[in-house]
């Protein structure tokens, strides 16, 4: 069975860091790219990152310089470390295997996690 699953979010403060861990399992995580994609109440799910399976990254503008996607193929999981969070990355995480573009995009990624919650509040 297809699976992946997300851990590593919490309640951070303002200016604080978590990594997000993605776990596959039933497939070869290696032969696709990780994707992370978040969604917040009331807004569309939004592409943060993603990485091709031989390790190039692709970043959303806005959390460029602040997250880090991370791969571990002999692992079959993905990571994404995000620092210098704010109220606005508040959201469920998502992390998802596919195809990585320079436009990531929810069509591009055919199995998903069921999320884990990030929350940025003081």
């Known amino acids: 069975q297809v699976r992946l699953v997300e851990s590593g979010g919490g309640l951070v403060q303002p200016g604080g860091s978590l990594r997000l861990s993605c776990a596959a399992s039933?497939?070869?995580?290696?032969?696709?790219?990780i994707g992370w994609f978040r969604q917040a109440p009331g807004k569309e799910r939004e592409a943060v990152s993603c990485?091709?399976?031989?390790?190039?990254?692709v970043y959303a503008d806005s959390v460029k310089g602040r997250f880090t996607i991370s791969r571990d193929n002999y692992g079959n999981a993905g990571y994404l470390q995000m620092n210098s969070l704010n109220v606005e990355d508040s959201a469920v995480y998502y992390c998802?295997?596919?195809?990585?573009?320079?436009?990531?995009?929810?069509?591009?990624?055919?199995?998903w996690g069921q999320g884990t919650q990030v929350t940025v509040s003081s």
């Open positions: 998802a295997a596919g195809d990585c573009y320079s436009d990531p995009r929810a069509t591009d990624f055919r199995a």
């Open positions: 990485i091709t399976n031989d390790g190039s990254p």
């Open positions: 039933g497939f070869t995580l290696k032969s696709y790219a």
